[in-house]
Every structure is written in C-alpha cells, then in structure tokens.
C-alpha cells in the first residue's frame, strides 16, 4: 500500500485550547507526505472516532496538554475497538508525566511524544509503524 | 478489462447500499487507490445511482466556502434531508503530503449521523481527481445522501473540471477581493448556476452584488439568468435563500428539458476523461518497461534523432490493446 499517501488524523481532544503543537506535528506530516486530517480543537473521543470512520485513516495521533490524558486515551481506544476500528494505531504527543507513560502503551497506545521530540523522529516512527503489519494488525 | 470484483469489495458494495458508514468509507478509499476494484465498485452500484442533488461550492481561498457549507447544511438538516460533503483541498506541488482542514469549520454537525463528510486531496490531480468526485459522489447516492455538497480548493481551471460533475455550481464571491471583473471574465463565471455574495455584512457586499449583475446583463445567451443572493455566516435565514436558489435551479433543470442535453454532456465528459486516463495508464506502463524506449532517449541525447521522430517511432511500435491483452 506504499504506493498512495498515508491517511492520518490529527486529534485535539478534551478542554484545552492549545494546538500549537498539534499544528506543528500536522505539518510535519505534510511535508513528510501523509494526508493529514485536522480535528480541530475540543473534539471528543467519539468524535475522533466518528472522524476516523470517514475519513478512513490509518493512523491517529493525539494531542493532549491537559492532564485528562489517561481517561480520554482509554475512552477512545475502547470506543475504536467498538466501532472496528481497533486495529488503526494511535500514537501521543503532548504534556505527558513519565510515570504515565508505560500504563498508556499497556493500554494500546503505540507510542508517546513528549515535549523535544523532533519531528523527523516523529514522521519515521509512524512510517516505521505503518510499514510493519506486525505492530498495525 | 475488468478485474474480478473481490470479496471484499463485494461486502463494501452491499454495505454502502445497506447505509453502513464504515462501509461507505472504506468505499471512498477503494475509488482513491484501487483503479481496478473501484470500476468493479461502480459497476456495481452504478444503476442505483441519480437520486441526490449535487451541488459545488467554489470561490477563492478564504471566501468562506467550508463555512456556507457547514451552514447549508444547517439549513439542508432542518428540511429534515440528509447530507454528503466532500471537500477538497491541495496536495503539495511537491510531494504527497496534504492539509485536509474542512472539518474545523464542521463542528455543528459532529454529532449528527444525518451528515457524513469525506476529504479528498487532489493528489496532483493528473486529471484523476474529477473521475473520484464523481465517483464518489455515486457512492454517497447509493448511501443515501439527499444532498450531496462538493467543497472545491480555491479558484483555479481544476475547479471548472470539478464543476462538470456536479447539477449546481455556487461560485462563492466576497466583498473587498477587489474590481477583479477581470478574472471573472476568465471563466469561473460562466460556470455559476447560483452566485453566492458572501460575508454580506461587510461594506461593498451590493457593490460586487452590483457588478456581477452588470457581468450577467452583457452575457448573452444565459437563460434564465442565474440566481444572485447575499449570504452570511451571521445570518441563518441568507443559508435559506440559497439553499431555495440551489432547489430552484434544480427545478429548472429536470423541468426545461434541458435535463438530458445536459446530462449527456456531463456523461460525455465523464467517458472520455476515463479513456484518456485508461490511455496515460497503459502508456506510461509502457515507457517504463521499454527498453526500446530507453534506447530512444540515448538517440535523442545524442542528437541522432529529434525527439518528435522518437516519439513518433515509440507510437509506431506501440501495441493496441487488443494486442496488449492477448
């Protein structure tokens, strides 16, 4: 499937009203080749969810400085496991505490950006995600 | 020609006539990626289609399409009619990637299932994209879709391809983009079935109001005149009078007789942009298996031949399809 552009959707849940870096990383996709669908700000899981079905994404990335990190990530992974979408990975970027991060991954998050992280790092470990069937399915 | 349809296209198929979302999406992306399934798809669903209203929405960046959209389909949901958008943006001139930022503007109906909207990248368009709207919009039909709206990128010759696929074209004006009577002249505005003065609030609305009207009474042979009707996102009633201006060039449509002059043509479009597409497929297979081509290329170089007799000694050698397929 290498020979078309990746979908992914670029996912603002919960309160908090700063995208600045949800919009840096949509870029960085961009510029890497992904299609990149934007939430825009304050979308519930079940409309990221509803918005992944639509859209037909292969990958959703998250974006989240609140601190509701822990209950919006399992509210939206149990809702894509609903809808059937269960096997599109979902990766995150934001304000993430150490301690929460190897909880997430346990509940089925694939990866955590935190503040640092260099775009290009981004852009191939999510193409390193997609590429390998293994981790997607 | 035609490829097997596959199990998995077959389920797709019956899914999106079944109104299944998951379905429907994953019918798009067959129309996106897969040439071969997404005729068998067609094939398919192709006698079941016709029903919905299509309309495009076209103006330049930043003219307010998405969010005359967003409010049409306000006013398209309180007639109790469901909805399909599709909106369109850019792929970057210089790679795959795309922004796809429609659905910010969508919010008010994130919650509605009587709304469901997909967003295309043209994809360096290679006259493909048009082909993908419409088949696309052949896929929304047979969900269900009453309505089905196309959100175009920002004004340019792509767009007026777009605009064959659809039964109304909005072109979306606004006020203080300046006199550039000039640029309508060019084209876009002989596309307009209904024009949209949009962010009416603002000063100048009637004056472009004005002068699109001045534009209509040169043009000859434009009957009926289309619609001109002021919108603005501050406003709900202005989303009202176009969504009546849209229904009543339907009417006109269906009821002047014009109907199947008109759809012939779209059709006739339709026909030869898949066989001029199907033509650049087999070609450009060709140039990149050929090592007689090659050679070609080494001649030219090397000014041995001019590249006109190569191409011409290329195109002589060149299998019909007959020939390819056996």
Partial sequence: MADRPYRVLVAKPGLDGHD???????????????E?????????????????VDEDVDVIGVSLLSGAHNRLCA?????????????????????????????????????????????VDICRKIRDMLANPAVVD | MQD???????????????????????????????PDQRQALISYVHEKTGRACTVGITGSPGAGKSSLVNMLTKAIRERG?????????????????????DRIR?????????????????????????????????????????????????????EVDVMGVVDTTVLVLTPGAGDDIQTLKAGI??????????????????????????MLALQRGVTPAPDIVMTTVKDAATQVS????????????????????????????????????????????????SDSYRALIEEVVRCRIDPYSAAETFLAGYPTRDEAET
């Fill in chain 2, 242 to 289: 176009l969504l009546d201006a849209i229904c009543a060039h339907r009417e006109r449509l269906q009821e002047g007789g014009a109907d199947s002059a008109w759809k012939s043509a779209q059709v006739d479009g339709e026909i030869r942009e898949i066989i001029l597409e199907t033509l650049t497929r087999d070609v450009k297979k060709s140039l990149a298996t």
């Fill in chain 1, 20 to 34: 600045r870096g949800a919009k840096i990383v949509a870029k960085a996709l961009r510029d890497d080749g992904f």
């Fill in chain 2, 81 to 101: 009619l469901t909805v399909g958008i599709i909106a369109i943006d850019p792929t970057s001139p210089f790679g795959t990637g795309a922004l796809l930022g």
């Fill in chain 2, 189 to 214: 505005m002989e596309i307009a079935d209904v024009f949209a003065i949009n962010k009416a609030d603002l000063d100048g609305a009637q004056k472009v109001a004005r002068e699109v009207e001045g």
């Fill in chain 2, 106 to 158: 969508m919010s008010d109906h994130r919650d509605d299932a009587g709304v469901f909207m997909r967003s295309l990248a043209t994809r360096g368009s290679m006259g493909g994209l048009s082909l993908a709207v419409r088949d696309t919009i052949r896929l929304f039909d047979v969900y269900g879709a009453d309505f089905i709206l196309v959100e175009t990128v920002g004004t340019g010759q792509t």
């Fill in chain 1, 75 to 119: 509210k939206l992974l149990e809702q894509l496991e609903a809808e059937g979408m269960g096997h599109v990975p979902v990766f995150l970027g934001g304000i993430i505490p150490d301690d929460d991060i190897a909880p997430l991954k346990a509940l089925g998050i694939k990866e955590v950006f935190g503040p640092g992280a260099s775009t």
């Fill in chain 2, 4 to 34: 097997k349809m596959t199990e998995r296209t077959l389920t797709i198929a019956k899914g999106i006539q079944e109104g299944k979302r998951r379905a429907l999406a994953q019918g798009i992306s067959i129309i996106e990626n897969e």
């Fill in chain 1, 36 to 52: 990149v669908i934007y939430t825009g700000l304050r979308a519930q899981p079940e409309h990221i969810v509803a918005t992944a």
